[in-house]
């Protein structure tokens, strides 16, 4: 179970758009196509953005987008704002009902 | 509205038992599987267990598998996460978090478990 590869951290500039991207192994994120990405912000608790790879939960802003090939899942964020600054994960499912993170990504909004 | 509360977090010695306790309200809680994520201080997020929506199934990280006990009881709306032989790599923020489409889209706001030797 190890945990999936992420970027430590990315920026960008209001209006921008960045991609973070998450490596895992054929045994998750290539297996299944359950990659979910999740947003933090200081001291408070992670929401759901994207599950099943790309598709977004009632509320969330069209300009967060995600895919995945192969091993790999990337999660886009378009035309950036300052209250997109926060950390990201990606998750993957990994079998019999087991989940692996990732390190994290920190966004800073220049 | 629907909403996670966890309690019962604090302060442990290296090797003593806790136990900590998730409240479900606003929603059908018997009809959804939930799990503890942990954070420890300054670090990512940690899948830790989940438990099926009846109870039948449970499922552990390696990291804490014999150790830790997923439990729930949908009577009482409740999970709960007894954690035994605990040591210091497990101080972290435990969060519940209800799974839909194998993601977690439901998070409560954590309670933090201080593991100290």
């Known amino acids: 179970q190890s945990a999936l590869t992420q970027s430590a951290s990315v920026s960008g500039s209001p209006g921008q758009s960045i991609t973070i991207s998450c490596t895992g192994t054929?045994?998750?994120?290539?297996?299944?196509?359950?990659v979910s990405w999740y947003q933090q912000h200081p001291g408070k608790a992670p929401e759901l953005i994207i599950y099943?790879?790309?598709n977004r939960p009632s509320g969330v802003s069209n300009r967060f987008s995600a895919s995945k090939s192969g091993n790999t899942a990337s999660l886009t964020i378009s035309g950036l704002q300052a209250e997109d600054e926060a950390d990201y994960y990606c998750?993957?499912?990994?079998?019999?009902?087991?989940?692996?993170f990732g390190g994290g990504t920190k966004l800073t909004v220049l | 509205e629907e909403q996670l509360v966890e309690s019962g977090g604090g302060l442990v010695q290296s090797g003593g038992s806790l136990r900590v306790s998730c409240a479900a309200s606003?929603?059908?809680?018997?009809?959804?599987?939930v799990n503890w994520v942990r954070q420890a201080p300054g670090r990512g997020l940690e899948w830790v267990s989940y438990?099926?929506?009846?109870?039948?199934?449970?499922s552990y990280a390696d990291s804490v598998k014999g150790r830790f006990t997923i439990s729930r009881d949908n009577a009482k709306n409740s999970l709960y996460l007894q954690m035994d032989s605990l040591r210091d790599e497990d101080t972290a923020v435990y969060y519940c978090?209800?799974?839909?489409?194998?993601?977690?889209?439901?998070w409560g706001q954590g309670t933090l478990v201080t593991v100290s030797s």
């Open positions: 054929s045994s998750d994120v290539g297996s299944y196509n359950l």
């Open positions: 978090a209800r799974t839909v489409k194998y993601a977690f889209d439901l």
């Open positions: 099943e790879v790309s």
């Open positions: 998750c993957s499912h990994a079998g019999s009902y087991n989940w692996v």
């Open positions: 438990i099926s929506a009846t109870g039948s199934r449970v």
């Open positions: 606003g929603f059908i809680f018997s009809s959804h599987s």
